[in-house]
């Protein structure tokens, strides 16, 4: 494939808008056409070289119960990764953060979060996004739909998320609500990337 036929799905990849309408094909479509065509100058900051580590795939399902933090991991099912040299991401399991930074890195972390409302439900925090300072208090944080209040059945919320990341710093993503529960989705999609500075 051309590096104008790669192009064309990266163009096609961006105009896509509509919730959910990103796969994990699609994507993978294009990172295959650069493994088979790339060289030092097409291949951006050694994507497939391990300059870079980066992960897409789904959040791990989660059910949440209204004033209780629910901290939300990556499934290791139908996912794609190159991880560890740069950043360390954790699936199935709550009690550990989302990723740890194995070097000092620049981080971005997107996609979008998909939820089904249980009944009358109040999120002051759908989307949390923090790291840790010295002394364990939250910093750096980012929230997506810091306030929402209704009953609507099922709603998606994006991530958009980017940080600078020291060595063994942790990120954690979870959700809050003030009354009522719901349903992480598995249909949920998170992407990261982790580029060392």
């Not at 997107?110 to 249980?118: M, Q, R």
């Given at each position: 494939m051309t590096p104008s036929q790669i192009q064309v799905l990266i163009n096609t990849l961006r105009d896509q808008t509509a919730a959910n309408s990103i796969t994990p094909l699609?994507?993978?479509?294009?990172l295959t056409a650069l493994n088979e065509n790339s060289?030092?100058?097409?291949?951006?900051?050694?994507?497939?070289?391990g300059?870079?580590?980066?992960?897409?795939?789904?959040?791990?399902?989660?059910?949440?119960?209204?004033?209780?933090e629910c901290p939300l991991t990556t499934d290791d099912n139908e996912c794609s990764m190159n991880v560890g040299s740069i950043i360390d991401?954790?699936?199935?399991?709550?009690?550990?953060?989302?990723?740890?930074?194995?070097?000092?890195?620049?981080?971005?972390?997107?996609?979008?979060?998909?939820?089904?409302?249980?009944?009358?439900?109040t999120a002051d925090r759908i989307i949390e996004m923090y790291k840790f300072d010295t002394e364990g208090e939250?910093?750096?944080?980012?929230?997506?739909?810091?306030?929402?209040?209704?009953n609507t059945q099922i709603f998606s919320v994006p991530i958009n998320?980017?940080?600078?990341?020291?060595?063994?710093?942790?990120?954690?993503?979870?959700?809050?609500?003030?009354s009522g529960s719901s349903i992480i989705s598995y249909n949920s999609m998170i992407y990261i990337t982790a580029t060392p500075v």
């Open positions: 699609m994507l993978a479509n294009i060289t030092p100058a097409e291949t951006p900051a050694g994507l497939l070289s300059g870079m580590n980066w992960f897409f795939g789904h959040i791990f399902q989660a059910n949440t119960t209204a004033g209780m991401i954790t699936t199935n399991d709550t009690d550990e953060p989302l990723l740890r930074a194995v070097k000092n890195c620049f981080v971005e972390v997107s996609g979008f979060i998909t939820l089904k409302v249980n009944d009358t439900y939250r910093t750096e944080l980012a929230f997506n739909a810091v306030h929402f209040t209704g998320y980017k940080c600078w990341m020291t060595a063994g710093e942790t990120l954690h993503l979870t959700h809050f609500s003030s």
